[in-house]
Each structure stands twice: as structure tokens, then as C-alpha cells.
């Protein structure tokens, strides 16, 4: 297999046609959710060919992604691997190959707009209190959980309402949201958050359509994702654990 | 001109083809740089017919928008105007619709991995510094020069220089690009930072590409662009300055 180096984006004059015709997909992302778990649902949800990978050192990694941070999805076909990096570009690349987009332009903003409400959530969440200073963090997630996250839920409630409760249709958007869920019931207090979220019953019945579905409900039984959610679960109290610690690589 | 409802999304069938096919466009976002300032260069570099327009009290308009945030971009055809919401989705748009967004999937997914490598940058400056705890916030400006800021800037030159060091092509990178090392500028300790960016070459070149641009340098020439900038400086000092206090609607 003709690889291609990480550190750099690739020239080949075909890339668009590997993008287009691909055969396979590994992702490389740390073993938890956070902003893996996306890919791995499309993937999983589309019964396609692909491998999850973790690094296994981290800090030597580092350097040879292009923007010293994961997610990067490689992308095969016959004997090339190309990679692209960013989990938005990855995820909009892979909801468009794997039919997660909606139907028209107007339904791929849509969908995008909902997923961008999500993963800014989530970021806001990991800059504003995952990995602010210690001092400040208790008080800063007191105030995402009353401020921002309540405001999430309020406006996601309102649309998917408007939309009929109907647990939506799976697309992107639906998948980021129920990962963004799962997520936050892995923080401290948790199992209180969860019953925020039920008491929006169209979001909550969003998150139940995701993680019901059989092809997703099959993939959160397995071993691998038991581990990245223990993982997740992990990660308030030591927001580093997965970056310091050496790992074994799954694949 | 049938006014769609701004805090729920349109069900209009046509709405795709609205977007195609646009007469003009409404942007809605606060007096200052940060999430607006991409589209507003984007919109006056194709010479488009758009207004700028600014909520007169925010606090009052906040419940009437789709997530309780700007921007908004109203898209207008015939006696219609419908209502997209969230910057990436909306910049993705624009790009595509005015040509920012290259010429095959992976120039655009490549485009876009620019696109967010910056707009998180940009996003976690504001949730890990601006709007942080007003007693860490200094702390955490400094590590954020000096750790993020100065990988951002280091990964971006070598992938310029990757790309021949040309200034690159504009496209919506390069407008995000100059538009980021723009709200640093603004910042406190701006010219040193100013001096960073100029230490990387590629980078600086990009930016001055952007700006220098005939199309782009005149409508930074004029009151209301700079309006935006001095806005836009004082937000470090006083966050909430362009939220409280209410202003007079520009259009």
C-alpha cells in the first residue's frame, strides 16, 4: 500500500476520486468518545469496511499529524491511503459518502446547523470547563450546566418539536446530538443530566431513536465501545489520562 | 416580502432553490469582527448586494433566534427571504455559492480542514480566555500565546510553504485565515503578536493577500468596517460591552 505522510496533506491529482470511490476507512482518534464517536456511528450505522485506531504514544504521535491534533480519517482505495484531518470536515466528508446529508442543499445546511449547535457545545464544553485551570473548574462547569447546556436543550427541544417529535431521521445531526447526550452522561452528575435530557422528550426520543437503532445498538455492545466509554467516563477528573499514559493500539 | 418566522427554520419546499438561486443577502451579527467578519469579506469581495445589519438590543432579539445566537444570514429571492443559521454551515454556503470553495471534494474538504484548524482556534480563545473567570483569564491568555496560538501558527506556515509560499488562492481558508490573525491584532499585546505572524512568512503573506486585496482593502477603508475594529478591540477589555449596551441598528 502506497502510503501517504501524515504531517503533510497529499498532491495526488486523484485524491477527489479516492474520496469518491473508497474501499475502506481507518480512523485514528484517542480511545473516547469525544469527537470520534460520530465517525465511528456513521461507519458503523453504514456497514462499512474500517478499522479504530489509538495512539499508542501520543506526545511522539504528535507532531507527525497536521495540526498536532486528532481526529485524522484515512481514506483507502485500491493500493492508495489518503488522510484528511478535522473532525467537522471528516464528518460532513463522511455524512456526504455514506448518505447521512439529507436530500437537498437546504436539508444539508439544516443538518449542519444542528450539528454545529452540537460539537460548539461540546467544545465550549472542554475549553470552558474540561480543561480550564483547576481552580476555576467546578464554577465554570456549575455554569455551563445551568446557562448553556439548558439553553441547548431548550432550543434543540423547540426544533425537533417543529419537526413533529418524530426522533427524526438519522443524519448527521442526529448522531452528533445523541453522541453529545451520551457524552454528558458520562460526566459527574451525569445520571441528574439524564434526566434534564428526558424531560425534553423529542431530543430525548432523538438519542433513543440513535442508540436503539439495531446497527447501533449492536456496535455500543461490543467490548471496544464499553472501553471508550469507560474512557470517557474518565476524563473530568483527569482530562490528560489518555494523552499521558502510553496505550495499547487496537488494530 | 413574505418574512419567514427567525426563531423557527422554514418548510418552505422551495427552499433549496432559494438558496441557489439568491437576489440578495441580509447578514446579522454583532458590531464587531469574530463570527461576521468572514461572511462580510466574502460577500464584498463578489461584489454581492448584502446588508450588515446589527441587533438594536440583543437581550430583547436573543429568544427570537433559532439557538440564541448570531450570526443569521437571511437569503432573499423574489418576495421571499429565508433564514440559515450558525457560522460554519453559513460560511460553507456562501463559499459554495460565491466560489470560495475550490474545485473538487478534496480541495473543498481541504479548504475546510483550514477553515476549522482556525475557527477553533478562534473559538476556543474565546471560551478559554475572553469569556473565562475574570480571575484566571490573564493566566490563561498567556498560555494560550504561547502553546496553542504558537502551534497554530507553526502548522499553518509549514503547510503554506507546502503550497509554494504563493499567498494561496483566496478562498474561504484564506479569508478565515486573515480574518483570525485580524481579531489577534485587535487583541492586547496585538503588535507583538503581529510581529509572531509576521515571523512565518507564508502566513503573513496570506494575510496580506487577503487584506491588500483591491476588493477587500477598499471596504476595509471604509467608517463601518472600522466601526467593527475598534468594536472589536474593546472586547477583551469588556466582553459583554457590545451585548448591554444597546446600539443603533446600521441598516
Redesign the interface.
Known amino acids: 500500500m502506497s502510503l501517504v505522510q501524515t ?4 498532491k495526488d491529482a486523484n ?2 476520486e479516492i ?2 470511490h473508497p474501499d475502506s476507512f481507518r480512523l485514528r482518534y484517542f480511545q473516547i468518545f469525544t469527537l470520534g464517536q460520530t465517525c465511528r456511528d456513521m461507519l458503523a450505522f453504514a456497514g462499512a469496511k474500517w478499522e479504530d485506531t489509538y495512539p499508542s504514544d501520543w506526545m511522539a504521535e504528535k507532531t507527525t499529524t ?3 491534533c486528532l481526529p485524522i480519517l484515512y481514506i483507502r482505495k485500491d493500493n492508495k491511503e ?1 488522510m ?6 471528516i464528518e ?2 463522511l455524512a456526504r459518502q455514506l448518505g447521512f446529508l439529507g436530500k ?4 444539508e ?2 443538518i ?2 444542528f ?3 452540537s460539537s ?1 457545545l461540546l ?2 464544553f472542554g ?2 470547563v474540561v ?3 483547576p ?2 473548574r467546578d ?2 462547569y456549575n455554569y455551563f450546566k445551568q446557562s448553556l447546556l439548558t ?2 436543550i431548550t ?1 434543540h427541544e ?2 425537533l418539536v ?1 419537526n413533529g417529535s418524530n426522533g427524526h431521521y438519522i443524519t448527521l445531526a442526529d448522531i452528533k446530538t445523541a453522541n453529545v447526550i451520551e457524552i454528558f452522561i458520562c460526566q459527574p452528575d451525569g445520571n441528574e443530566l439524564a434526566i434534564q435530557f428526558q424531560n425534553s422528550p423529542a431530543l430525548w426520543k432523538v438519542y433513543e431513536t440513535v442508540t436503539k437503532h439495531p446497527l447501533l445498538a449492536d456496535w455500543r455492545s461490543c467490548e471496544s465501545f464499553k472501553k471508550l466509554e469507560q474512557n470517557t467516563k474518565l476524563c473530568y477528573k483527569d482530562p490528560r489520562a489518555y494523552v499521558r499514559r502510553p496505550r495499547v493500539v487496537a488494530n
Not at 7 to 10: A, K, P, R, V, Y
Open positions: 504531517l503533510h496533506f497529499s485524491a477527489s474520496m469518491a497536521p495540526f498536532e489518503l484528511i484531518s478535522e473532525c467537522t470536515p460532513h466528508y437537498n442543499q437546504y436539508e445546511t439544516l449542519m446547523s450539528h454545529s449547535s460548539s467544545s465550549t475549553n470552558f480543561w480550564n485551570q481552580e476555576v464554577k465554570c439553553r441547548w432550543n423547540m426544533h417543529d
